[in-house]
């Protein structure tokens, strides 16, 4: 059984970093694209970004493009997104994806976990 657990999400001032991180389980973890979604009260899934099997081939959204790092253990099962320089903007529900995808409607129909929340405010 596919499993997929995020974690890490905190309320946060302006300009503070995170990192989330997604234990995951029941399928080859270091075979397999990762990816990165999130969605904010009222508003459709936004793709954030992928990750391929090799640990430094990450691909962001331009919305957090140079403040954000996608990684990954592949000997721990467990995918990671930092975030830096955190904007009210960023306040959202974080969600892993298995798979790579790029645009929210192809997101939206893999396998993703139930979310970490994610809240920017002064």
């Known amino acids: 059984e596919v499993q997929l657990m995020e974690s890490g999400g905190a309320l946060v001032q302006p300009g503070e970093s995170l990192k989330l991180s997604c234990l995951t389980s029941?399928?080859?973890?270091?075979?397999?694209?990762m990816s990165w979604v999130r969605q904010a009260p009222g508003k459709d899934l936004e793709w954030v970004s992928f990750i391929n099997p090799g640990p430094d081939d990450a691909h962001y959204a331009d919305s957090v493009k140079g403040r954000a790092t996608t990684s990954r253990d592949n000997a721990k099962g467990t995918l990671y997104l930092e975030l830096n320089n955190l904007k009210t903007d960023d306040t959202a529900m974080y969600y892993c994806?298995?798979?790579?995808?790029?645009?929210?409607?192809?997101?939206?129909?893999?396998?993703r976990g139930q979310g970490t929340q994610v809240t920017v405010s002064a």
């Open positions: 029941g399928f080859p973890f270091d075979k397999r694209p």
């Open positions: 994806v298995l798979g790579g995808c790029q645009t929210s409607h192809y997101c939206s129909t893999l396998p």
